[in-house]
């Protein structure tokens, strides 16, 4: 999974992505219906040094095989740090500044954070606060990897 993943984000295999999602569509409940996926936004940054936003591209790939679903854009990236060599505390107080609402929460859609890879926790974390604190009040997380 490590090569898979590092293969797509790094070396920009697109292609990847479609079996990531197959992969990570076998683990997710089946019972999961109407949900709106929402990526962790990716740094401009890396998004033109890799030509594509990764997990945007996971997320309308992931949207493709379940009826019903959508992507929805909720959160946005603030600011520009890179978390990847941070260590615990960098990553979590960078994570915290990090997201932003770009629009009202709907109460009544079921979310699903989807993120490429759990390192720390941080960013997923900060997420999931900031969406638990505008009201959402049901929440699912999905990764496809966990890095330690």
Known sequence: MKDLVEDYKYQAIRRLAKTLVEMLDEILPKELSKVSVVPLPTIGRHIRERGFDHTKLLAKELVKRRKGWEVCKVIYRE????????????????????????????????????????????????????MQKAGCKDLVAAVLAISR
């Open 79 to 130: 600011d520009k740090a890179v978390q990847v060599g941070s260590d615990v505390g960098t990553r979590k107080r960078q994570a915290k500044a990090a997201y932003k609402l770009s629009e009202k929460i709907n109460t009544e859609k079921k979310y699903l954070l989807l993120d490429d890879v759990w390192t720390t926790g941080a960013s997923m974390e900060s997420a999931i606060s900031l």
